[in-house]
Structures are given as structure tokens and as C-alpha cells.
């Protein structure tokens, strides 16, 4: 198993630009959960001056839509959603301070240049494992449009959570890298 450097969420905001695509993480603080639906909305309150659900200066943001919480947890399933969705927003997110964005899947120019600029991070989680993501979610607290349901901005506090960088403030993008470095073996 490669090895993982441990970090805390606010640790990025200084850290982010020493990231490089392809290392290993193990993430641990506090991130906030949006989709679609609630970036539309946070998009609206940038547009009309109010006031967000959560300080965007060096926060995470995880592309996840968190399944109800069994007895006992504080969470139910919690894996990535495919963030490319969001890339009409990331952008501005990105230049008003977000610091790193958790989702899968690759992101369009606009945002890896936006990244690059702000000297954030996108980091990617495994998709399709989210009973084993939510392991490393300690707690769950809904702060905003509770009535998005799986949809509504969640504040988590996770532990340990096994992250890779897929695009980094120096302009590495993980998906370009390794499908070049999977062409240059496929014709060995």
C-alpha cells in the first residue's frame, strides 16, 4: 500500500500548494457537503450578497450526498458524487477561498486553472465505496436547505479519510498523467 501523509483540514489552506497529483492522504477535520442542488443555491446567495452556510476561506468541500444514519452512526453511506456537476461553480468558490474540493472523477479546464491560480487542491475519494467512507466520519451536523434531504449542506468531522490528489496547485492533473503513463506501458 503506498504511503499516505496524514493532514488536517486546516492544514490545507497553507499546505495545499506543496500537494502534488498522485500522493496519498489521510484527511482528518471538518469538510461540508454540497451537490448540485446546493450549489445552485449558494451560487444565488453569492449572487444577491447574503450570507453563506459555511465560511468559504479555507474550507473543503466534499461532492457527497450522505445516505440516512443506521442506529448507532453518526452517518449512512457517504461515498463521492461525480464532480464534474459542480464545475460551473468551483471556479468562483474557488477565488472567493475554497481551499479543496472531495469528489471523483475528472474536472474541465475552467476549474483546474482555477486550482492552479488559487493554489487549492481537488482530491479524489473511491467511488462506490460508501458504507466503508462513512467509517471515517465522526460526526454529522445539517446547517443548511435541510430541505435538499441527501442533498442539504452537511458539516462532518472525519477521521483518517483516504484521499489521492488529482489536480494540484502546480498544474498536475492525475487523469492526464496516468493515461499517458498507461499508453507509454501499453507499448512497451
Known amino acids: 500500500m503506498p ?12 499546505c495545499a500548494k506543496e ?3 498522485g500522493e496519498n492522504l489521510l484527511l482528518s477535520g471538518y469538510v461540508y ?5 446546493a450549489h445552485k443555491r449558494i451560487a444565488a446567495l453569492l449572487d444577491q450578497g447574503a450570507a453563506l452556510p459555511f465560511p468559504l476561506e479555507g474550507a473543503v468541500i466534499y461532492y457527497a ?3 440516512p444514519a443506521p442506529p448507532g452512526r453518526p452517518i449512512g453511506a457517504c461515498g463521492p458524487t461525480t464532480s464534474g456537476r459542480m464545475d460551473p461553480y468551483a471556479p468562483r468558490l474557488l477565488d472567493l477561498g475554497l481551499t479543496a474540493m472531495i469528489g471523483k472523477g475528472e474536472r474541465s479546464q475552467a476549474v483546474r486553472d482555477a486550482i492552479v491560480r488559487n493554489g487549492a487542491v481537488y482530491l479524489c475519494a473511491i467511488g462506490g465505496a460508501g458504507a466503508l467512507a462513512a467509517r471515517c466520519i465522526r460526526e454529522m ?3 443548511a436547505f435541510e430541505d435538499l434531504g441527501c442533498e442539504s449542506v452537511k458539516r462532518l468531522y472525519i477521521e483518517d479519510f483516504p484521499l489521492v490528489v488529482c489536480n494540484d496547485a502546480a498544474g498536475g ?9 498507461f499508453r507509454q506501458e501499453a507499448c512497451l
Request: hydrophobic share 35%; proline share 3%; glycine share 6%.
Open 3 to 14: 504511503e499516505r501523509r496524514r493532514l488536517r483540514t486546516e492544514e490545507l489552506r497553507t
Open 19 to 21: 500537494l502534488r497529483a
Open 33 to 37: 457537503t454540497a451537490r448540485d442542488a
Open 65 to 67: 450526498g450522505p445516505t
Open 141 to 143: 451536523q445539517v446547517i
Open 173 to 181: 492533473d492525475l487523469f492526464t498523467e496516468g493515461r499517458a503513463a
